[in-house]
């Protein structure tokens, strides 16, 4: 299992501070260099749940898919969105295949 | 509309952004990192000899775009801004209207409360929207930040309304005149730094920005200031055609702003 594996593994587990911290670190040396954010529900975010269950597909430069994480961080029992964690990326518009 | 250049628009900004600053006892303007407010930042360093004499606030719903954070980070450093981030919650019931209309508006009369601003600089312009159209250069709200539309001052040669009856705070729109094209220009001429979402990649760019869940893309392929200015000079879209919030109904915008919208 590759480190960005590993990682993700643990942030789908815990989406914590600590987790994404650690994710952030090693989102350029994997080879990451866009995201695209698939809203839950149609981006219709009526509940909890269509946030929680959010994505954020990480793209490297030739538009394959290398992971999906979750779009937000949890905080004892606060959420919070963790785009900020994402900085460097640059987003994925319209269709690259 | 009559035409105006540049130079006359940037002047009358100035004037009313040093006029905000004289008048107010503690003033701050809104950040958004986008088009309009960025330059707002612009003139306001050309007004103060290249310091933006105030606090900068950015309402965080903590979902906007990476992009967006990084363009607060590089920039905040690179002109010194007093930035306050001001964390919006994160609630369900969040997209559109709900997320404008609630949150936002809450966010930002916890921290104007804390701070005790009395002014609030926001870069707003007539042609963006109907109700926009409907603003004052300086427009007061009442404590809980209701702007009564119906019963405004006049402004008449140039003495704004600068006076507050109630424990609210007075809107500055130093912008109100511009429009898209005009704030592109100035861009061009002035070289403003400037988010990197409104320019084309694989054939999309962000027109207006908002946060990730309410804002999409239009496909263009303006990649720098020139050909945005270009594609504007012949574009028949709507300004605000890739925001969720404005097409729910005609008078969103309307109930928005009445109750404290931005």
């Known amino acids: 299992m590759s480190n960005i594996e590993k990682l993700t593994e643990a942030l789908r587990r815990t989406p914590n501070d600590k987790n994404w911290k650690s994710f952030s670190k090693n989102l350029k040396k994997s080879g990451i260099e866009y995201y695209k954010i698939i809203f839950a529900n149609e981006g219709k975010l009526n509940r909890m749940q269509d946030i929680t269950k959010s994505i954020v597909e990480l793209y490297d430069s030739k538009y394959r898919l290398i992971t999906t994480v979750p779009l937000f961080i949890k905080t004892g029992k606060k959420v919070d969105g963790a785009t900020s964690y994402l900085i460097g990326l640059s987003v994925l518009n319209g269709d690259q295949k | ?262």
């Open chain 2, 1 to 262: 509309m009559i035409k105006q250049d540049l130079k006359s628009l940037e002047e009358k900004s100035i004037y009313i952004i040093r006029e905000a600053k004289l008048k107010f006892n503690n003033v701050a303007a809104l950040w958004s990192m986008g088009k309009d407010s960025t330059t707002m930042l612009a003139l306001t360093r050309k007004a103060f000899l290249g310091k933006v004499p105030f606090p900068v606030i950015h309402i965080d719903n903590s979902i906007d775009f990476p992009e967006t954070y990084k363009f607060r980070q590089d920039l905040a450093k690179k002109w010194h801004l007093n930035l306050i981030v001001a964390r919006s919650e994160i609630k369900p019931d969040l997209v559109g209207s709900a997320c404008c209309g609630k949150n936002k508006p809450e966010t930002l009369k916890k921290v104007m409360k804390e701070h005790g601003f009395d002014a609030l600089i926001v870069s707003i312009r007539r042609d963006e929207h109907g109700i926009r159209s409907k603003e004052r250069y300086m427009s007061p709200r009442d404590k809980e930040f209701r702007w009564d539309f119906k019963n405004q001052p006049a402004e008449l040669w140039d003495d704004y309304s600068s006076k507050l009856d109630t424990a609210g705070h007075v809107r500055v729109h130093p912008l109100l005149d511009w429009n898209e094209i005009d704030i592109w220009r100035y861009i061009k001429q002035e070289n403003i730094p400037m988010n990197p979402l409104y320019f084309s990649r694989n054939g999309y760019r962000y027109r207006s920005l908002g946060c990730t869940h309410c804002t999409i893309p239009i496909k263009s392929g303006a990649k720098n200031v020139s050909e945005i200015i270009k594609e504007l000079e012949t574009t028949k879209t709507e300004e605000r055609s890739g925001r969720s919030m404005d097409k729910e109904n005609e008078y969103v915008m309307q109930r928005l702003r009445e109750f404290g919208y931005m």
